[in-house]
């Protein structure tokens, strides 16, 4: 069965900072892979998404992240953060022919500190 | 343009009663998921719909657990005889076909059961 780990629950960085938000997956199959991002009592938004191609993916507010298929890993990443990027952010995956269904991790809150 | 609406927003419910949550999907989006978030927890599936066909229903954690969607547009997930463990935020998502497509969530409907 497929899961994914976020491995910090927490990030607290300065502004400014470049800033690193760990995922694994594990899965037998062929995935789909997204970072979504929510802000307090409101739904998720996409971030960005890797379905095949090229493993560095742009997104959204300056987020890049970047496929590993050999550590099963998608990284996100952001060279330069600004207070606006704290918010909690979500690793998921989807397996293909599963219908479109998301498996999420945990989540890890980013603190962006001035 | 309208994205995901959800309804209501809050609602409070004592234990034992009956409640349902309403989804208005973007319009011309054949998929509709929902999802439950615990506290301080990521999303997990419950259901999935591509037009009026609930196509996989894995994710209920019991047969308390009903959605619908009729005319495959607005959806609507039922629980009956809540109980408190079913206090989580309700989280509906929405998809143009195929797997690879990005859902767009709504804000949420917040549960919360005394």
């Known amino acids: 069965a497929q899961s994914v780990t976020q491995l910090d629950s927490q990030v607290p960085v300065f502004e400014e900072a470049p800033v690193e938000l760990r995922c694994n997956y594990s899965?037998?199959?062929?995935?789909?892979l997204f970072w979504y991002v929510q802000y307090p009592n409101q739904g998720l938004q996409l971030l960005l998404k890797y379905l095949s191609g090229s493993t560095l993916v742009k997104g959204i507010n300056g987020f890049e992240a970047e496929f590993n298929k050999s550590q099963t890993s998608f990284h996100l990443r952001k060279p330069s953060v600004h207070i606006s990027d704290t918010a909690e952010y979500f690793c998921a995956v989807s397996e293909r022919n599963q219908g479109g269904k998301l498996i999420f991790g945990q989540g890890t809150e980013l603190s962006v500190k001035p | 343009g309208a994205g995901v609406s959800q309804s209501p927003r809050y609602k409070v419910a004592k234990r034992g009663q009956d409640v349902a949550l309403r989804c208005d999907p973007i319009?011309?989006?054949?998929?509709l998921f929902w999802y439950q978030q615990a506290l301080g927890q990521g999303p997990e599936f419950l259901t999935y719909f591509q037009n009026e066909a609930q196509l996989d229903k894995s994710g209920l954690p019991s047969d308390r657990f009903f959605a619908e969607r009729p005319e495959g547009s607005v959806s609507t997930l039922k629980i009956q005889r809540t109980q408190q463990e079913d206090s989580a935020v309700y989280l509906c998502a929405s998809s143009q076909t195929g797997t690879n497509q990005p859902q767009h969530f709504g804000d949420g409907t917040r549960l919360s059961i005394l």
């Open positions: 319009s011309g989006h054949v998929s």
């Open positions: 899965s037998s199959v062929s995935v789909y």
